[in-house]
């Protein structure tokens, strides 16, 4: 298939928008999500070439591995997007679906690791927004011009992570187009942003209101040793332990390990879940479960939270779901963030708070 393809003169390489890779996770990990990452629902509609290693790997959540001197019958085992030499065009290239309704893009990240010598050279960005039936048919067709620009020519090099901020982008994406110049191989592509969810006109359905793609975000957490917070806001139960969140082994007395949760928006809390899926010996003991309202969403130091669910035992494996007879301070309240409390320390798959929406301050 072939799409309209833009000549690298249009393709500007501008500004210094540049994060050290040591800086990449923290600089988007507090405020976005991935966009584009598989457990979420992104998948790819259409690529120029996958000769080597496949595109779907870009968008696997765990990082690259390498596992040098297997072959396959294309070459070399790769961990990554790989495709063939000696391109014709311009550039290779490979569409992506978001996998939230749609996204503000806040940053990008192009992981090269173990491309050395087979890396690309460069990539550019674009998005566009094309929502409702045929939208995916739209995007890939050839000649497709709804394509804007996310982020402009920059050069990769080997084998390393390579970060950049996005703030010319201020409409919302469905779809994104990569760019590779002129061919190569890229391990992973991150797209950080803020999810836009359609929630319900009623204000009396329910809805999943710290589902990651419903807008919510795992703000801070105070250890994340064996599993991330991220993890938490994620689609479904996962597939073991890898994909949910935990912390290291506690020593002391008294020790509580805590994540702090941006809600998708402003909600009146009718029931919390807590799943301890795959964490059959290492599950907390007990956790309890706080919240606080914003209405700014900026978090204020020293404000004190209310507790909502108080202290309750946990199991081995299991979905814990906590109604609203378990509930406290929820009546005529709502809120902007929770904030998860295990005891003393463990491992947790999801963490799903349930209610409806509430607008205004």
């Keep these: 298939m072939d799409i309209q393809a833009l000549s690298p003169e249009i393709i500007q ?19 976005s999500i991935d966009l584009i990452s598989a457990p979420i629902g992104s998948r790819v509609l259409a690529v120029s070439d996958e000769w080597f290693a496949s595109a779907t790997n870009l968008l696997s959540p765990t990082p690259p591995i390498r596992r040098a001197g297997v072959y396959v019958p294309t070459g070399a085992w790769y961990d990554g997007w790989e495709t063939r030499r000696h391109n014709s065009a311009p550039f290779d290239w490979v569409i992506v679906k978001l996998g939230v309704v749609s996204g503000l893009v806040h940053g990008v990240e192009i992981d090269t690791a173990f491309f050395d010598g087979n890396h690309a050279e460069s990539v550019a960005v674009q998005g566009c927004f094309e929502m409702g039936e045929g939208a995916d048919e739209k995007v890939v067709k050839d000649g497709y011009d709804g394509w804007m620009e996310v982020l402009g020519k920059r050069d990769c090099g080997p084998s390393r992570r390579h970060g950049w901020t996005v703030t010319n982008l201020t409409r919302p994406v469905t779809h994104v187009r990569l760019l590779m110049f002129p061919d190569g191989g890229i391990a992973r592509f991150r797209l950080y942003g803020q999810a836009i969810p359609v929630f319900p006109t009623r204000s009396d359905i329910e809805v999943e209101l710290s589902a990651a793609v419903m807008g919510g975000v795992a703000v801070t957490c105070s250890d994340e040793h064996f599993g ?11 597939d073991d332990m890898g994909d ?10 008294q020790h509580e390990d805590w994540v702090l949760v941006r809600l ?3 909600g009146a809390i009718s029931r919390i879940v807590v799943d301890t899926a795959h964490f059959r010996g290492n599950f907390p003991k007990a956790v309890k479960v706080e919240a606080a309202d914003f209405a700014t969403g900026v978090v204020k130091q020293g404000v004190n939270y209310v507790e909502v669910l108080g202290l309750k035992d946990l199991g081995p494996d299991r979905e814990h779901e906590f109604g609203e007879d378990m509930l406290r301070n929820i009546k005529d309240r709502a809120y902007t963030h929770v904030k998860m ?10 963490f799903r708070v349930f209610g409806t929406v509430v607008k205004g301050a």
């Design 264 to 266: 998708g928006t402003r």
């Design 13 to 31: 390489d501008i500004g210094d928008d540049s994060i050290p890779a040591d800086l990449i996770t923290s600089t988007f990990s507090s405020t």
């Design 244 to 253: 949910g969140w935990e912390t290291k082994r506690s020593r002391g007395p």
């Design 341 to 350: 409390t295990i005891v003393p320390d463990g491992g947790v798959k999801r």
């Design 228 to 238: 991330t917070r991220t993890n938490l806001l994620l689609p479904g139960r996962g």
